[in-house]
């Protein structure tokens, strides 16, 4: 992701930046405050259905990566960002009127629950690459901010995710790997059921990085194992498909 120019908006310092060779632009805070990286992108890119749906939800937004990606791939007619720092939404906002799509976007600030009980069943998509951090575990970000993006409590963001999706809605995860029991023993709690499962990999051979997680409101059974994404095939040589994606925006 390159970032050859900041930028001042709103009193605060920004990079504009660009992913997908350049086709995608994302302006987001310089400096400490959360950085967009790929998680988001192989987020959106495993959410992409056979055929677009007409309004997808971004829970815990940030800058708007995972929703302003769908829009870059036409997987949804719309998209509605939601996110607890409204200096951070804005940016979302921002981004998309430099790719030339804000009147396909919303935005909800405040708890990613109180927003969504005000969305019941809306949703034909929903999408989320929450806080990696548990509540009161590890070390927080010195940076308030910073800590908001990083720490969050799962259940929450799941109750959400299961407030705005409707009978026939996706729910779409990633999450570390190594927690993998406790995001599927939330979204089993909520009534979503896993359809569809991919372990992330740093390199061959390494334990599994991530998790990217479909569920549907569904009865249980009819989860498809796919083929692991193993992303580095040498120390400085992303694998095919994640090159393909990164550097042209191809699925």
Same mark, same amino acid.
């Given at each position: 992701?390159?970032?050859?120019?900041?930028?001042?908006?709103?009193?605060?310092?920004?990079?504009?930046?660009?992913?997908?060779?350049?086709?995608?632009?994302?302006?987001?805070?310089?400096?400490?405050?959360?950085?967009?990286?790929?998680?988001?992108?192989?987020?959106?890119?495993?959410?992409?259905?056979?055929?677009?749906?007409?309004?997808?939800?971004?829970? &815990?937004?940030?800058?708007?990566? /995972?929703?302003? $990606?769908?829009?870059?791939?036409?997987?949804?007619? #719309? @998209?509605? =960002?939601?996110?607890?720092?409204?200096?951070?939404?804005?940016?979302?906002?921002?981004?998309?009127?430099?790719?030339?799509?804000?009147?396909?976007?919303?935005?909800?600030?405040g708890d990613v629950l109180d927003s969504a009980l005000t969305q019941q069943g809306v949703s034909d998509l929903v999408v989320c690459n929450p806080p990696y951090t548990e509540p009161d575990t590890g070390?927080?970000?010195?940076?308030?901010?910073?800590?908001?993006?990083?720490? &969050?409590?799962?259940?929450?963001? /799941?109750?959400? $995710?299961?407030?705005?999706?409707?009978?026939?809605? #996706? @729910?779409? =995860?990633?999450?570390?790997?190594?927690?993998?029991?406790?995001?599927?023993?939330?979204?089993?709690?909520?009534?979503?059921?896993?359809?569809?499962?991919?372990?992330?990999?740093?390199?061959?051979?390494?334990?599994?990085?991530?998790?990217?997680?479909?569920?549907?409101?569904?009865?249980?059974?009819?989860?498809?194992?796919?083929?692991?994404?193993?992303?580095?095939?040498?120390?400085?040589?992303?694998?095919?498909?994640?090159?393909?994606?990164?550097?042209?925006?191809?699925?």
């Amino acid at each position: 992701m390159a970032s050859p120019l900041t930028h001042r908006y709103d009193g605060r310092v920004t990079t504009r930046d660009t992913v997908f060779g350049g086709r995608l632009v994302l302006e987001q805070p310089a400096g400490s405050a959360y950085r967009v990286n790929h998680d988001s992108l192989i987020l959106a890119a495993f959410a992409v259905g056979e055929r677009p749906v007409a309004r997808a939800f971004d829970l &815990g937004a940030g800058v708007g990566p /995972v929703g302003h $990606a769908l829009l870059f791939w036409n997987a949804t007619e #719309r @998209v509605t =960002f939601l996110d607890i720092e409204p200096a951070v939404l804005s940016l979302a906002l921002r981004n998309g009127d430099h790719n030339g799509w804000r009147d396909r976007i919303d935005a909800l600030a405040g708890d990613v629950l109180d927003s969504a009980l005000t969305q019941q069943g809306v949703s034909d998509l929903v999408v989320c690459n929450p806080p990696y951090t548990e509540p009161d575990t590890g070390r927080p970000p010195g940076n308030e901010s910073l800590a908001r993006s990083r720490t &969050g409590d799962i259940e929450r963001f /799941v109750q959400a $995710a299961r407030q705005v999706a409707g009978k026939s809605s #996706r @729910v779409c =995860f990633i999450y570390p790997a190594a927690s993998l029991t406790t995001l599927l023993v939330a979204c089993r709690g909520q009534g979503l059921e896993p359809k569809r499962l991919r372990f992330v990999h740093a390199r061959e051979g390494d334990p599994a990085r991530v998790v990217l997680l479909e569920l549907k409101p569904a009865r249980p059974g009819g989860l498809m194992v796919l083929a692991p994404l193993v992303e580095w095939t040498t120390r400085d040589q992303r694998c095919e498909e994640l090159s393909r994606l990164l550097d042209r925006g191809e699925r």
